[in-house]
């Protein structure tokens, strides 16, 4: 659809089932997909040529396991690290990626995402925009057609609503932007306020702010940014958020509303780079 170059995860425990699905939906019809595996090692400490020889056939019979039961063309790519989040970034940059999706697991009946160190490690510092597909059974033949953005009039906001209309247009989905924000402490401590504050009237600016954007279903409330669409994300089938850039090739720096919902949200998270690096078709 949007992503040109897509790098996908593949681990030893889930394989990349729940990723593959997502870039499925996310990928040009143009576009590449390459799946990727980390293998555990030092790559600056010397290993014997069978132990690296043999490591490499497990991680390419690993990779084409993946790419067999997906029954999709893909490229496939390896690398050993002693990282994950590191392997998977270098992977990333060698294959000029715009995209790199990770799965993760679930536990608990309210099916919440679990996170691992390598997880967040792909997370930090990732030098392009970054997906996290929950896993599941019905994310295998997914639809997406619900898609909301996390909006605070950011310009970082701004990028990731403009990313989620090309979305909607080209899946026929439904667009809606949520924004959540803490009230000024004197409203909440119920201290007198001037006459035109209230939470009330908070709520109704920004719900206001957001349909004057046109084309998105507005939602605002009072609550923590990261709790709150944990919770909206449930309704969900892609939920998209903005993060800060830096350096020259624009790596991110995640928050805590990221962090966070990386942990929490119930469907695919796409957390987008503030360049506007994605190429469109």
């Not at 690290?81 to 990626?97: I, M």
């Amino acid at each position: 659809m949007i992503f040109k170059q897509i790098v996908v995860g593949v681990d030893e425990h889930q394989g990349g089932r729940d990723p593959i699905a997502l870039a499925k939906n996310l990928l040009a019809r143009d576009g590449e997909l390459t799946l990727a595996h980390v293998y555990a090692g030092d790559p600056h400490i010397r290993r014997s040529a069978t132990a690296a020889d043999e490591a490499a056939e497990r991680a390419l019979e690993l990779l084409e396991n993946a790419q067999r039961e997906a029954e999709i063309q893909a490229g496939l790519s390896y690398i050993r690290s002693h990282s994950v989040g590191h392997g998977l970034h270098k992977l990333a940059e060698r294959q000029g990626a715009d995209l790199l999706i990770l799965g993760s697991c679930r536990r608990s009946l309210l099916g919440r995402v679990l996170v691992g160190d390598d997880t967040r490690a792909a997370l930090d510092g990732a030098p392009c925009a970054v997906a996290i597909a929950p896993a599941g059974p019905s994310n295998e033949a997914a639809t997406i057609r619900e898609i909301g953005v996390g909006y605070d009039g950011s310009p970082e906001s701004d990028h990731a609503l403009h990313v989620a209309r090309e979305l909607a247009a080209e899946c026929g989905a439904k667009l809606s932007a949520f924004q959540f924000f803490s009230p000024p402490r004197h409203l909440l401590n119920g201290c007198p306020a001037p006459s035109d504050e209230s939470i009330e009237g908070f709520v109704q600016g920004a719900r206001e702010r957001i349909a004057a954007l046109g084309g998105v279903k507005p939602y605002a409330a009072h609550g923590h940014p990261a709790e709150e669409l944990a919770v909206c994300s449930a309704s969900l089938d892609l939920l998209i958020l903005g993060s800060r850039g830096y350096g020259p090739i624009g790596r991110m720096i995640h928050g805590s509303t990221s962090q966070q919902l990386a942990r929490t949200a119930r469907c695919p998270l796409l957390v987008l780079t503030r360049a506007p690096a994605i190429r469109t078709h």
